[in-house]
């Protein structure tokens, strides 16, 4: 069955970087956009940021964009959150998803379309 599991969450403080990793496994990785999208406590969960299948094409939230990359290795099957300059803001649990072979557009930012979700991974900042 497919499987996708966050790893790389932690406390830090305000201004600290974090790289997070989702490793897809029961799934051909390439033919499916990623997605990274988070939950604050008493919150609805919003995207984050998104990647195209190949890469090339990459979404970002307004409130993050700037400050985090997102990237893929599709010999890994993983991809990547780079959080650079976090804020307390940004603490949440945060979840990567997976959405087969959809072409890259604004529909990309919303939950609905993905098919498959990670557990999640805490990542907490500190002030």
């Known amino acids: 069955q497919v499987q996708l599991v966050e790893s790389g969450g932690g406390l830090v403080q305000a201004g600290d970087s974090l790289r997070l990793s989702c490793v897809a496994s029961?799934?051909?990785?390439?033919?499916?956009?990623m997605g990274w999208f988070r939950q604050a406590p008493g919150k609805e969960r919003e995207f984050v940021a998104a990647v195209s299948l190949g890469g090339g094409n990459t979404d970002y939230a307004d409130s993050v964009k700037g400050r985090f990359i997102i990237s893929r290795d599709n010999a890994k099957n993983t991809v990547y959150l780079q959080m650079n300059s976090l804020k307390s803001d940004d603490t949440a649990v945060y979840y990567c998803a997976a959405v087969r072979g959809v072409v890259f557009g604004p529909f990309i930012r919303s939950p609905r379309v993905y098919g498959y979700w990670g557990q999640g991974t805490q990542v907490t900042v500190s002030s």
């Open positions: 029961g799934l051909t990785f390439s033919e499916y956009a």
